[in-house]
């Protein structure tokens, strides 16, 4: 039973942030509700973010492409400024998150503020070098997505409010591909592994490799990156791909739970990071956005 005393309706970021400081009592925000509705938090009233003006989808004259916290779920996966970046990646994942009457209500937002370790949006955007915007009463804060986890169920947010992530226009053209191993469509992910590669003059010039429920927090592993960034394509042997994958999953710190054991999930990051990395490598560019591995 959900002791909830009062539904506040925001109609701005600030007017969120401070709805949830008004008290009396302890208050939760709530977007599209499919995971408070669930897991009831403790709290004594909801401050509703949907009508705080957090929902758009937009590409800034930059090229960034901005992603209001309060965007659905089947909003990315619709959206043609979503899946024309980086080969529609972040439509695919998004397009791989629960059903869709779930995903119709379900934003991104809420998914990384619920910032469960198998957070499905967290691992592409990581690899996308997103960009959270963070708003306070009077003022907003950014930082990088990298920052943001600080533990399971835990952000840097506090009482403040996700007003939405950027990508960087740079990662529009980078390749990127995802995978989500898991037993069934709507059960929580085993293991997911997203990587993205900026490539030109026949070189890797960047390289990300970000972890889902292998570790504490939603993850990159930085160590990989260093190795294939900078690589000449045809130096990337099967050889240098072992290597990467192998530092790879030696970087992640999964769980032993019922659902697999810590030693699968990591072998998991070894495979799919190798076959991802061949993927992007090999691939002419018309179906980078994920798929089976
Ligand atoms: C049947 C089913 C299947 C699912 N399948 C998947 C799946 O495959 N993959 C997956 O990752 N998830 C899945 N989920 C979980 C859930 O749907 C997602 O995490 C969803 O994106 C949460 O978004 P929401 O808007 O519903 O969040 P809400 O339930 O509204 O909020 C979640 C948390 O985020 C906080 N919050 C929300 N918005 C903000 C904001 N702007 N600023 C600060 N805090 C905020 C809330 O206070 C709350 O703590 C599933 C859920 C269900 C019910």
């Known amino acids: 039973m959900w002791n909830l005393q009062e539904y506040r309706i925001a109609s701005s970021p600030a007017e969120a942030v401070a709805l949830m400081r008004k008290g009396p009592g302890k208050g939760a925000y709530i977007a599209g509700g499919t995971d408070m509705l669930l897991e009831h938090p403790a709290c004594d009233f909801v401050v509703d973010v949907n009508n705080a003006g957090i929902g ?25 400024f979503v899946r024309e970046f980086a080969g529609g990646a972040i439509s695919k994942s998004a397009s791989q998150c629960g059903n869709r009457p779930v995903r119709s209500t379900a934003t991104v937002g809420g998914n990384l503020c619920n910032a469960l370790p198998s957070a499905d949006m967290a691992p592409v955007l990581l690899a996308l070098d997103a960009t959270c915007y963070i708003a306070d009463e009077d003022c907003q804060e950014s930082l990088p997505l990298t920052d943001f986890f600080v533990g399971p169920r835990m952000t840097v947010l506090e009482d403040r409010l996700l007003v939405g992530v950027a990508l960087p226009g740079e990662c529009a053209g980078w390749r990127c591909a995802a995978h989500k191993l898991t037993r069934t469509a709507e059960d929580i ?11 030109d003059d026949g070189k890797i010039q ?28 045809t130096a990337v042997t099967p ?3 072992r290597d990467v994958a192998t530092i790879a999953a030696g970087e992640c710190d999964p769980l ?3 659902r697999a054991s810590a030693e699968y999930r990591r072998d998991m990051v070894n495979v799919l990071t190798r076959r991802l990395i061949t993927r992007i490598l090999t691939d002419d560019g018309d179906n980078m956005e994920g798929g089976a591995a």
Not at 57 to 74: E, K, Y
Not at 189 to 199: I, N, T, Y
Not at 209 to 226: D, F, K, N, Q, Y
């Open 56 to 80: 758009d989808i937009a590409r800034t004259p930059g090229g960034d492409l901005f992603l209001g916290a309060a965007a659905t779920l089947q909003g990315l996966v619709d959206n043609n």
């Open 206 to 233: 960047e390289a990300r490799i970000a972890l889902g429920a292998v570790s504490p927090v939603p993850m990159r592993a930085v160590l990989a990156e260093t190795m294939l960034a900078g690589q000449e394509i």
């Open 189 to 199: 992910s085993l293991v997911q592994v997203a990587v993205s590669l900026g490539m």
């Open 239 to 241: 050889d240098v791909l």
């Open 256 to 258: 032993d739970d019922h």
